[in-house]
């Protein structure tokens, strides 16, 4: 069976280069290549393995460049750019091995900091919609408006959308909201933080069609270009119930801005993921 402890793992396998124990996983019945998130998964793993256990990841940004394969394992190259007492920067390169050739996936920079001794400001936005963080009290679910369009990461997660107010809003006004937890043994830092930002992957892709009330059987083209996943805090616990809020910023020129949040049981901002992508209409041509 699937975990999602298998997904987000990796082996050494040269000084400077990493590969994920089991191949990519696909989101669902929508496309036939791996799951964004878990190419992300393994690059902050990966990032982890080459810094010291006083270094915690606060930001990691980079770019999709091509689809990847869910029948060959993930290798992730680490190259180290800054350390410091304070702050730690890798380079990583995430790729698939084509017979003597690379295909390469990702690339991003991740960005490490100590634990301060002081803070000046200490504060947190709160979540828009009133969504429960435990089971006690269940709002109205969502459907999904894609039937199987997370069918293999249902799988691995339980995750309980919340339906969204769209009445009258603008498309930009709109907020998607999730009640979830991550079942698997996360017991180091590394693996929570790769379970939060293979969790913050989903949806943000959908969103600006779904808000705006498309169907992506519309769409010739709707993928991640851009990232960046900014966290606040390394101290939470994924088995315990958080909420996730997802909105979609502005479009045009075929790209989409959307953001991503995950609140703790509390309401308090643990994290914050920002994709650029890109949505083309059916019936356009690939330039």
Same mark, same amino acid.
């Given at each position: ?78 190259? &180290?750019?800054?350390? !410091?007492?304070? /702050?730690?920067? %890798?380079? +990583? ?6 017979? @003597? ?118 769409? &010739?083209?709707?993928? !991640?270009?851009? /990232?960046?996943? %900014?966290? +606040? ?6 088995? @315990? ?47």
């Amino acid at each position: 069976m699937i975990s999602l402890n298998d997904q987000i793992a990796i082996e050494r396998i040269s000084s400077d280069c990493y590969r994920s124990i089991v191949p990519p996983i696909r989101m669902g019945d929508l496309a036939n290549w791996a799951y964004g998130g878990n190419i992300l998964a393994i690059a902050v793993n990966a990032a982890y393995a080459t810094v010291t256990t006083s270094q915690h990841l606060y930001s990691i940004s980079g770019y999709f460049l091509r689809p990847a394969s869910t029948s060959q394992n993930l290798i992730c190259h680490v190259e &180290s750019i800054r350390n !410091t007492r304070t /702050f730690q920067t %890798r380079h +990583l390169r995430v790729f698939q091995s084509q017979g @003597e050739s690379e295909q390469l996936c990702l690339i991003a920079t991740a960005d490490f900091h100590v634990d301060e001794p002081a803070s000046m400001v200490n504060y947190s936005t709160r979540s828009q919609l009133p969504v429960p963080s435990t089971p006690a009290v269940e709002t109205e679910t969502e459907k999904t408006q894609e039937p199987g369009l997370y069918r293999f990461l249902d799988t691995i997660m339980e995750v309980h959308p919340h339906r969204a107010d769209s009445a009258k809003k603008e498309v930009s006004g709109i907020v998607s909201a999730d009640r979830f937890r991550l079942s698997g043994n996360l017991h180091t830092e590394a693996d929570r933080i790769a379970a939060l930002a293979f969790y913050m992957d989903r949806g943000l892709a959908y969103i600006p069609a779904n808000h705006s009330g498309y169907s992506l059987a519309q769409a &010739s083209a709707c993928a !991640t270009l851009d /990232f960046a996943l %900014r966290i +606040l805090t390394h101290e939470y616990d994924l088995k @315990e119930w958080h909420v996730s809020e997802r909105q979609t910023c502005g479009a045009g020129n075929a790209r989409a801005l959307s953001e991503g949040r995950v609140f703790n049981g509390n309401g308090r901002l643990l994290a914050s993921m920002t994709q650029k992508t890109i949505l083309r209409p059916k019936g356009v041509s690939k330039i």
